[in-house]
């Protein structure tokens, strides 16, 4: 099993950056698919990004394409979420996820096994 723990969240101005870190431990890093979600208020929880085990392909939701780069660290141990040109409806509790599964879908939260307990992030107008 893997263990995680997001952090990097906090309040930030319309327009502004920020960057999340989701550090795991308890397993092989690299064996896992990892993804990025997000719950806002009253909503359900949705896609945001994921990554290959090696790094070397990422999908984004249309929503955060081209405004949100997901990286990660497997000497680390670590998944980043770079979040640029932050918007108010990006305010939202982040969360990051991760699958062993072959056959996993990217973008379904049934997908992932193992979640962390999330960040908030709040943008203002």
């Known amino acids: 099993q893997v263990q995680l723990v997001e952090s990097g969240g906090g309040l930030v101005q319309a327009g502004g950056s920020l960057r999340l870190s989701c550090a795991a431990s308890?397993?092989?890093?690299?064996?896992?698919?990892m993804g990025w979600f997000r719950q806002a208020p009253g909503k359900e929880r949705e896609f945001v990004a994921k990554i290959s085990r090696s790094g070397g392909s990422t999908d984004y939701s249309a929503s955060v394409k081209g405004r949100f780069t997901i990286s990660r660290d497997n000497a680390k141990n670590t998944v980043y979420l770079q979040m640029n040109s932050l918007k108010p409806e990006d305010t939202a509790v982040y969360y990051c996820?991760?699958?062993?599964?072959?056959?996993?879908?990217?973008?379904?939260?049934?997908?992932?096994?193992?979640w962390g307990q999330g960040t908030q992030v709040t943008v203002s107008s």
């Open positions: 308890g397993s092989t890093f690299s064996n896992y698919v």
């Open positions: 996820a991760a699958t062993s599964s072959p056959t996993y879908a990217a973008g379904d939260v049934r997908s992932y096994a193992y």
